[in-house]
């Protein structure tokens, strides 16, 4: 999962030059690029972007776009931290069962913006369902989207996604996300709102009615 040696003499190269570095990754899977996260001025991860992918590119390193991605896979720091490849069990991977220190995890992502979580509720609906709540407020003077992320952690099991929504925020103001969940067997769990996985810093928990 690491980068072709000839492109890490090339990237090794650059960031030698002492040059303010932005590293664009066009791929289709989790790389570990170590190296770009400790040297780089950023990381802007573009995947497979087709036709008007070169567009997209420019408008976001230049400002014109605000990106708002968030991470559908976990990037690992080395293939050292996954079981064997022949190992098909789910022990080890994905961001609901490896217990490691990731590059980047499952659900990571950036902006222009800044974004703060608060006042997370929850209550149960007339149909028995749980509603939980949350505000973001955003902090910057650039307009963005959030993606409020809602993870549920029942007993001693790691949280796991629950659901998420992506809402525009215009600058300095709030708005209220909400989420609906079916309560079978999700009674007295932890559900966290944020803008990534609950040990991320933009994210709040509550806990769900026992009864």
């Not at 996954?82 to 220190?101: C, H, S, V």
């Not at 549920?152 to 996300?177: D, E, I, W, Y």
């Amino acid at each position: 999962i690491g980068l072709p040696e000839p492109q890490q003499k090339l990237l090794g190269a650059v960031l030698d030059t002492g040059k303010p570095v932005v590293v664009v990754l066009l791929n289709g899977s989790a790389l570990a690029v170590n190296i770009a996260k400790q040297r780089a001025a950023a990381i802007l991860e573009a995947w497979y972007g087709g036709q008007e992918g070169g567009t997209a590119i420019a408008r976001t390193l230049a400002g014109q776009n605000n990106p708002a991605g968030r991470l559908p896979v976990t990037f690992y720091q080395s293939v050292d931290q996954l079981p064997p490849f022949d190992d098909y069990a789910m022990k080890g991977r994905t961001y609901r069962y490896f217990t490691g220190e990731p590059l980047y995890a499952f659900g990571y992502g950036l902006s222009y913006s800044v974004f703060h979580y608060s006042n997370t509720k929850s209550n149960t609906l007339p149909n028995g369902q749980f509603e939980i709540t949350a505000r973001i407020k955003n902090d910057s003077r650039r307009a963005g989207d959030e993606v409020a992320q809602l993870y549920v952690a029942v007993g001693n099991a790691k949280p796991a996604l629950k659901g998420f929504v992506r809402t525009h925020v215009p600058a300095g103001q709030s708005k209220n996300v909400r989420f609906v969940l079916n309560s079978t067997g999700l009674q007295g769990a932890v559900v966290t709102v944020g803008g990534g996985q609950p040990d991320n810093s933009r994210s709040v928990s509550t806990t769900l009615p026992k009864n």
